[in-house]
């Protein structure tokens, strides 16, 4: 059975991350699996890149650019441009050799010009049956890649908060019919990375009109012999952090987007720096991600930065080096940066938001707290730093018997082989 993978990138964003994982437990298992991205940077044979010379790439930020810019118009605040894809550019990847040959497509993160809603629909016509990780809500709303509070995705969708001018037939609504009218005669097996995923989409209104559309729940992956727990004290020496300190971890892909909840964090480090001022004698951070710069003079501790990290080898030396790892995010499906700080053995702080509880059992393997409570999270610091081995050692049996490759693996073989019949 030969499976086909198809993500809009191999390196870029949390899904990127999550579906090469996800590629390579399955190789390692046995199972005939490649994937197909617009723009790649691996040189893994598996991976098959559709942008390969100056040309491609010019086409590739122009429809990205036209994807962008065709939602300006209707967007009610620029900060959130990206919360919301309106699936109007892309490429028809329905004759291309590699989903000729597959005989399960795999969909994972699609947008930003890569599939447009036509292009979707030719994919549909293909007449193969398709499995779609849900690594955020797009799949079964009118556009939005997180709801927030509003439960419109459940019905129709229409009345959308992100756009400018809501109403009962707004461009939500429109492309939530648009989906309705694809889904019908589809044969779509929808995966949720965690319950809480799966649950808003066994809510949608897309979902639930066509008994085709079941929906399941896997974990991500992630190779637990590489995100595992070294020796701190040599760990930081090679990467020039001090060995005699508290160190925080924090990162995102864009630590400025509002959804990563950076507010907070600055909130619960003031806290505590107000609370007790000789903290800054034993507590520094260190932070990855885009735009860390933007919030480095309002911290009240020493900051390690790191900016965006590429290497892999790299990010699990910063899970290896840190004492704790600090979520604040307020809406999150299955965070890659939860799995791999579990993995290394690494106990989290965060917000009680998304799959986050799913992972994080309050008090045993890190510390949960009601979203937005940035008092509580600053407590949760503390507590942690003061059971950090403990939760430590949970942390990492957690990993291992819920995120080991191979068991994750098993579980998307059962699901091709029961959609494609074999």
Known sequence: ????????????????????RLLEALRNHGAEAEMLVLEGGSDDSAIHSMVKNKWSRILRKVKFAAEVFSFVPFEKNSRQRFAFSSGRFGYDIS???????????????????FLSLNDLNKLIHTGKPIVWTLHDTWAFTGGCHYPGTCGGFTSTCGNCPLLKSPGSNDLSALQHLRKEKMYANASITFVGCSNWMKQMADRSSLVRKDLKHS?????????TELFKPADKGKVRAELGLPVDKKLLLFGAANTTDPRKGTIHLL?????????????KNELELMAFGKNIDAFAHELPFVMHPFHTV????????????ADLFVLPSMQDNLPNTVVESMSAGVPVVGFDIGGVPEMIMHQENGFLTAPGEWKDLAEGIIYVLGNGTVLGENARKFAESHFAPDAVARKYVDIYQSVAGG
């Open 95 to 113: 004759e291309n050799p590699l989903v000729k040959q597959a005989d399960v497509l795999h969909l994972h993160w699609i947008n930003q010009g």
């Open 310 to 321: 590429k290497s892999q080898e790299r990010m699990v030396h910063l899970y290896q080096a």
């Open 1 to 20: 059975m030969k499976i086909l993978h198809i993500n809009q990138s191999d390196e870029t964003g949390g899904a990127a991350v999550a579906a090469v």
């Open 267 to 279: 909130r619960a480090l003031k806290h505590l720096n107000a609370r007790d001022p000789n903290l």
């Open 215 to 223: 929906v399941r729940h896997v974990f991500n992956t992630i190779d």
